[in-house]
């Protein structure tokens, strides 16, 4: 079993470059673990700092559909609230 490591900025631009390929592709590779497992709806973007290019995944459209769902649930969340809110008032 591997021990803690301390987490801090890695100053070293190529090392530091390096860590954060390997740990995106860590990184999705347990969102798609998550999805497949547990059949739940997941998505990502990410905004590298070595490339001006935002990559969602799985793909710009799952990133479009995951975020539908979670603003329709969240404005339903929203008006749930402020119906018991009115109906206090009244």
Same mark, same amino acid.
């Given at each position: ?13 190529? &090392? ?72 206090? &008032?009244?």
């Amino acid at each position: 079993m591997r021990g803690k490591m301390k987490l801090s900025f890695i100053e070293n631009d190529s &090392v530091r470059k390096t860590t954060f390929t390997k740990r995106k592709k860590g990184m999705l590779k347990k969102f798609n673990e998550l999805v497949t497992l547990c059949g739940v709806d997941a998505c990502a973007v990410i905004r590298s700092p070595y490339n001006s290019i935002q990559e969602p995944w799985p793909s710009r459209e799952g990133v479009e559909e995951v975020m539908s769902k979670f603003m329709e649930f969240s404005l339903l969340l929203l008006w749930m609230h402020l119906s018991q809110s009115v109906l206090m &008032v009244v």
